[in-house]
C-alpha cells in the first residue's frame, strides 16, 4: 500500500517539475546558445519527457538523485547524506519532548478536570496549537537571546548568554530550537491526551479496577493511561509530518544546517534536481514513518494485534 | 451482623440542585446470607450498593447523613487509604456490564492478579497460578491459555464469569452484584446463577444482588427488599415478598410479570406511570400518583414502616390500623388473574 | 412518628390516580439549536472571541478602504518606527504599515474562509456521497482518499506552488486540494452512522422519501460537526498561508498578507521589531480567537454534554 503512494508520490514530483514554465538557467547572466544546448544535453533535459521519466527512475533504483543545479558538482544525495542525520537530530528531540510532554500534560489536566492545572494545561495548550512556531521560535530566540543577553550587558558588563540562539554545536544549542519545533506538538499531544482521558476515565473498567482496592496511582498508570494512550498513537504519523515540515522554518530561524534549509533554499532557487530529490525524500521517509506507526499501533492495542478471538 | 445500614441518605449535588438518590435506607445483612434489592431503574439501589463500596461519584455524590457498618466499623467515615484496604478484600462487586467493565488491554490473568497481589501480597506467579485456579473455579475451560488472553476473546457469559473470579479471588466476606445477569442472554443467565449459587454456597459469601429482574430474585434471593423513590417500601423473607405481599407497589410489580399460562387475550399489565424525579421528591409515599389505594393521607406524609411479621415489613398508609380493610390481591395474581380484575379492590 | 400528624377519618378518604403528576417534567425542554445557544452564551470565553472575530472580519472589511494606500512607496521614510502619521511605522520601500497591516487582515482572512469553505464544500460531497451510496462506489472512494492521505500534504503544496505562480488565488486553491480528504472522511464517517442509526430505521420504516431523510436527520445531525470543523480549519489555513510566506511560497509583495508581514519582519530580525511583532500579534491573536471560539462551539453543540 505505502509503496504504491511512494510510486505515485515520484511520479508527480516528476511530472509536476517538469511542467515549470521557465528555464532554470535564466536569472544568470544570458548565456550563449551553444552552451546552453550543452547544458541542457549535460543535464539530459534535452531528450523527450517520457524517456526521462525513465532514466529517471533507474537512476533511482541506484540511489543516484541526480546533481543539483545551483551548487556546482554536488550531488543531490551528498547533500542528503550530511543534512539529514542533523535535522533528524533536531526532530527527535522535539518529538520526545513534544509527546512527553504532552502526555504529562494532558494526564495532569484530566486528573484535576476543571480545577487550576487543567485550566493551566489547557491554556498552554490552545497557546501552543494556535501560535504558529516559527513565530514561537522567533520570539523565544529574541527574548532568550538578544533581550536577555542586553539586559545582562547593561547591568554587569560582561557578554553572557545564557543559552545559544543560533548554530547547531553542542547540546545547548538543541535546547531552544527542539522546543519552538516541540511545542506544537506538545500542544496537541496534551489536549488529545487530556480528552482521552476523561473518556477513559468514566469507563466501566475504571470502577472495576477501584472496586478492587487499587490505589488511585495504580488505577491512573495501569488502567486509564494504558488505555487513553492509543489514541496518541495514532497521531504520531501526522505529529512526525508537522515536525518535519517544522524544520523547514526553525532551522532557517536558528541557523541550523540541516536538510530543511536545504530544501527551503532549493525552493527559492529554482534547483530543480534538489527540488525533486529533497521531495521525494521527505515524502518518502514520512510514508515509511506512518507505516511504521501503523505498526505500533498494532503492538499497543491488543484488539487490533489478535482480531476477534475466539469465543 | 455483617452489614449494617442505618438510615442512610445520599444525594448528588447537580448544576440544578440537589437529586436525593436515596433518602433514608436501612437494613442488614449476616455472613453466609442472599438478599435482594429491587426495584424499577432510578429507585436508588445502585446507589445505595455503591455507598457500600465508598464508590459514589465525586465530587457530586455523598452520604448526606446515616452510617454504614461493616463488621461493625462505620465505613461513612473512612478516608480513602481504609477504603482500598477492604475494597475487594472484604466487599467486593460485579457490574453489570462485563464488556465495557473489564480492561481491554489487560489480559484476564493480570486483571486477576491485582487485586491479590495488593491485598494477599502474593508474587506475581503465585498470583497467576491463583488466578488460574480462580478461572477453573468460575468454569471456564482451558484455564491455562485463558488466563493470558484478553477480554475481547472471551464470549459475554464467560466475561461474566471472569468478573466473578475477580471479585472472589481474595475471598471477600460480602460481593455486591449489581445487575449480573441483565446484559447476557438468558440461557447464559442461568448458568451464571448457577454459578454464583454454587460458590456461595462453597465459599459462604454473603451476597447482595441488585436487581429488577424478579425471576433472578426467586432463584437466588432469601430475603428481598423492594425499592421506590429511593426508599425501601418492603422487605422480607422471599415466600413473604412473592406470595403475601402487603405493598401496591410491589403488588403491581408481581401483577406485571407475565405468565406462560397466560391466554392471548389477557393483556400484559403494566404499572402506569413513572418513577418519582429525585430533584424534588414528593413528600408524601413516593408512589401515591401511581397507586390504586391512594389516599389523601398517602399524598401529604410519607408512610411509616408497619411489621407485617417477624420478618416481614412494609411502609404504607393502608397498614395503618386505620386505615379501611383492603383484599390483599395476592391470591388473584398467584392464580393468574393479571388484567383489570385484579384492581378492582376495596 | 404518628404523634406528629394529624391523622382523622378523611385521611383515609380514597384519591385517584395522579398520572399526569406522575409524569410531568419538571424541567423545561428546549430545542437543540436554542440549548446549543444558551450554553453557548454561557460561555464567556467563547462569547468574547467571538466579539474579537466579528471586530477582526470588520477590520478586514472596512479598514482597507478606509486606508487603501498599501502599497504605495515613500523612499524618504523606509524602516520608520510607529509615529502619528505612520501608526504600525513603514517598511523596507517606506509603505505604511498600518494599511498593509489592514489588507493583510483581508487577504489573510479571506483565503482562511475561502479555502476552508471550499474544503468544506468538496468533503461534504464527495464524502457525503460515499457515505450515502455506500457499496462499491463507497470502497473505491475511500481507497482512493486512502492513498491521498498517505501523500504529505507540505509536499503537495509546496510543489504545487513552486509549479504554479503564487498568488492568492493559487494558494487557496492548493491548500484546498490537500485538506479536502480529511473533511471528507469525517463527513462520510457521520453519513454512515447517521444512515444505521434508529431514528433513520424508524424514518424509513414509515416511509419517509430520501430526500425528507436527508433534510430532516443527516444534515441537521452533520451540520454541527461541520460548523465545528469550519471554525477550526480557518487557523489552520491561516497558519499555512504564513507559513508559506515564511519560506517565500505565499503571497507576493506588493500584496499584503500578515504571513508576508511576518516574512518581512522576521528578515529585520532583531531590528525594527515592529514589523515582526505587529503582524505576528495579529496572526497568533486571530488563531486563537478562532480555535477558543471553535472549542466553545463544540461543547455547546454537543448532544451529549446537555445537563
Keep these: 500500500m505505502s509503496i504504491v503512494t511512494v510510486f505515485v508520490v515520484i511520479t508527480l514530483t516528476f511530472f509536476l517539475m517538469n511542467l515549470m514554465p521557465g528555464d532554470p538557467f535564466i536569472g544568470n547572466k544570458a548565456i550563449p546558445k551553444a552552451i546552453k544546448a550543452n547544458l541542457y544535453a549535460k543535464y539530459g533535459l534535452d531528450k523527450p519527457l517520457g524517456i526521462r521519466y525513465l532514466k529517471y527512475l533507474g537512476n533511482l533504483a541506484q540511489g543516484d538523485l541526480g546533481m543539483s543545479m545551483t551548487y556546482k558538482n554536488q550531488e543531490v544525495i551528498g547533500v542528503i547524506k550530511q543534512a539529514f542525520p542533523v535535522s533528524a537530530d533536531l526532530g527527535i528531540r522535539s518529538l520526545i519532548f513534544g509527546v512527553l510532554g504532552g502526555l504529562l500534560l494532558g494526564t495532569i489536566a484530566a486528573l484535576n478536570h476543571n480545577r487550576p492545572w487543567d485550566t493551566g494545561a489547557t491554556v498552554l495548550a490552545i497557546l501552543g496549537v494556535s501560535i504558529p512556531g516559527f513565530l514561537i521560535g522567533t520570539m523565544v530566540q529574541y527574548v532568550l537571546g538578544f533581550l536577555f543577553s542586553n539586559a545582562v550587558r547593561e547591568i554587569f558588563h560582561t557578554d553572557f548568554q545564557l543559552i545559544p540562539i543560533a548554530r547547531w554545536e553542542g547540546f545547548k544549542y538543541t535546547i531552544l530550537p527542539a522546543f519552538a519545533l516541540g511545542f506544537g506538538s506538545l500542544a496537541t499531544t496534551s489536549r488529545l491526551m487530556r480528552t482521552s482521558m476523561l473518556d477513559v476515565l468514566h469507563q466501566d473498567y475504571i470502577k472495576t479496577a477501584k472496586s478492587k482496592g487499587l490505589t488511585p496511582f495504580q488505577v491512573t498508570l495501569k488502567h486509564s493511561i494504558r488505555n487513553a494512550i492509543l489514541p496518541v498513537v495514532t497521531i504520531l504519523g501526522p505529529l512526525t509530518a508537522g515536525i518535519m515540515t517544522g524544520t523547514f522554518v526553525i532551522e532557517r530561524i536558528f541557523a541550523i544546517p540541516g536538510l530543511g534549509r536545504f530544501f527551503v533554499q532549493s525552493v527559492q532557487m529554482y534547483d530543480y534536481t534538489m527540488i525533486m530529490g529533497l521531495t521525494l525524500f521527505f515524502a518518502t521517509f514520512l510514508i515509511f514513518m506512518n507505516f511504521l506507526v501503523d505498526i505500533a499501533y498494532g503492538l499497543v492495542d491488543p484488539r487490533i494485534r489478535l482480531g476477534k478471538g475466539a469465543a | 451482623m455483617l452489614l449494617e445500614l442505618k438510615d442512610i441518605k445520599v444525594s448528588f449535588d447537580t448544576y440544578a440542585g440537589e437529586v436525593q438518590a436515596v433518602r433514608g435506607v436501612s437494613f442488614t445483612l449476616d455472613k453466609g446470607e442472599v438478599v435482594a434489592l429491587v426495584g424499577e431503574s432510578g429507585c436508588g439501589k445502585s446507589v445505595t450498593a455503591q455507598s457500600v463500596m465508598g464508590l459514589l461519584a465525586k465530587p457530586a455524590g455523598r452520604v448526606k447523613s446515616g452510617a454504614i457498618f461493616i463488621d461493625g466499623v462505620d465505613v461513612t467515615k473512612y478516608t480513602e487509604k481504609e477504603w482500598e484496604s477492604i475494597r475487594g478484600a472484604k466487599v467486593g462487586m460485579i457490574f453489570q456490564d462485563p464488556m465495557t467493565s473489564l480492561n481491554p488491554t489487560m489480559t484476564i490473568g493480570v486483571q486477576i492478579c491485582e487485586g491479590l497481589i495488593k491485598h494477599q501480597h502474593m508474587s506475581k506467579s503465585d498470583a497467576m497460578k491463583r488466578a488460574e485456579e480462580m478461572l477453573r473455579l468460575v468454569e471456564i475451560p482451558n484455564a491455562h491459555e485463558r488466563v493470558h488472553q484478553y477480554p475481547h476473546e472471551f464470549s459475554g457469559g464467560m466475561r461474566q464469569r471472569a468478573m466473578i473470579a475477580i471479585a472472589l479471588s481474595c475471598n471477600p466476606a460480602l460481593i455486591i452484584a449489581d445487575e449480573p445477569t441483565t446484559a447476557l442472554d438468558v440461557t447464559i443467565q442461568a448458568q451464571v446463577l448457577d454459578l454464583m449459587k454454587d460458590l456461595k454456597r462453597k465459599l459462604d459469601t454473603a451476597v447482595i444482588i441488585i436487581t429488577h429482574d424478579l425471576g433472578v430474585v426467586a432463584s437466588m434471593a432469601e430475603r428481598v427488599m423492594v425499592m421506590y423513590g429511593g426508599l425501601i417500601v418492603e422487605s422480607g423473607k422471599l415466600e413473604d415478598v412473592y406470595y403475601h405481599a402487603r405493598h401496591p407497589y410491589t403488588w403491581g410489580l408481581m401483577k406485571s410479570i407475565p405468565r406462560l399460562d397466560s391466554t392471548k387475550e389477557e393483556e400484559l399489565s403494566p404499572i402506569e406511570g413513572t418513577p418519582p424525579d429525585l430533584f424534588m421528591p414528593p413528600p408524601g409515599c413516593p408512589f401515591a400518583d401511581r397507586c390504586d389505594w391512594c389516599m389523601q393521607i398517602c399524598k401529604v406524609s410519607m408512610p411509616p414502616k408497619y411489621a407485617v411479621s417477624e420478618s416481614h415489613s412494609a411502609c404504607c398508609w393502608l397498614l395503618h390500623p386505620d386505615a379501611p380493610k383492603t383484599e390483599s390481591p395476592m391470591a388473584r395474581i398467584r392464580h393468574g388473574m393479571t388484567g383489570a380484575e385484579g384492581a378492582k379492590n376495596v | 412518628m404518628e404523634s406528629t400528624i394529624n391523622i382523622t377519618p378523611a385521611s383515609f378518604e380514597r384519591v385517584p390516580k395522579d398520572l399526569v403528576a406522575a409524569q410531568s417534567i419538571l424541567r423545561p425542554s428546549l430545542t437543540y439549536w436554542k440549548d446549543a445557544w444558551r450554553r453557548l452564551k454561557k460561555n464567556k470565553i467563547s462569547m468574547f472571541c467571538m466579539a474579537f472575530l466579528i471586530f477582526m472580519g470588520t477590520l478586514a472589511i472596512l479598514g482597507p478602504m478606509v486606508f487603501p494606500n498599501y502599497s504605495s512607496n515613500n523612499l524618504e521614510k523606509t ?229
Excluded: C
Design chain 3, 79 to 307: 524602516y520608520s518606527k510607529p509615529d502619528s502619521v505612520n501608526w504600525f511605522g513603514t517598511d523596507d520601500l517606506g509603505r505604511d504599515q498600518f494599511a498593509r497591516t489592514l489588507r493583510g487582515a483581508r487577504i489573510s482572512l479571506f483565503i482562511g474562509l475561502t479555502s476552508a469553505m471550499i474544503t468544506v464544500l468538496i468533503g461534504i460531497l464527495y464524502g457525503g456521497i460515499s457515505g450515502y451510496f455506500s457499496g462499491w462506489i463507497d470502497d473505491i472512494m475511500m481507497r482512493v482518499v486512502d492513498v491521498l492521505i498517505t501523500i504529505p500534504d507540505m509536499i503537495i503544496l509546496i510543489l504545487l506552488l513552486v509549479v504554479l505562480k503564487p498568488g492568492v488565488g493559487t494558494l487557496i486553491l492548493a491548500m484546498s486540494i490537500t485538506s479536502w480528504t480529511g473533511m471528507a472522511r469525517l463527513i462520510r464517517g457521520q453519513v454512515l452512522q447517521i444512515k444505521e442509526s434508529d431514528f433513520v430505521l424508524v424514518s424509513k420504516i414509515i416511509g419517509s422519501s430520501s430526500m425528507r431523510i436527508i433534510i430532516k436527520h443527516l444534515i441537521p445531525n452533520t451540520i454541527g460537526i461541520i460548523i465545528v470543523r469550519l471554525m477550526m480549519l480557518i487557523p489552520a489555513f491561516i497558519f499555512e498561508e504564513a507559513f508559506l510566506s515564511y519560506i517565500g511560497l505565499g503571497v507576493r509583495v506588493p500584496e499584503a498578507s500578515w504571513g508576508n508581514l511576518a516574512e518581512a519582519g522576521a528578515l529585520q530580525f532583531p531590528n525594527n521589531l515592529y514589523m515582526f511583532f505587529i503582524p505576528a500579534a495579529f496572526i497568533g491573536t486571530t488563531m486563537l480567537a478562532f480555535n477558543l471560539f471553535g472549542d466553545g462551539l463544540r461543547d455547546a453543540l454537543d448532544p451529549k454534554m446537555r445537563k
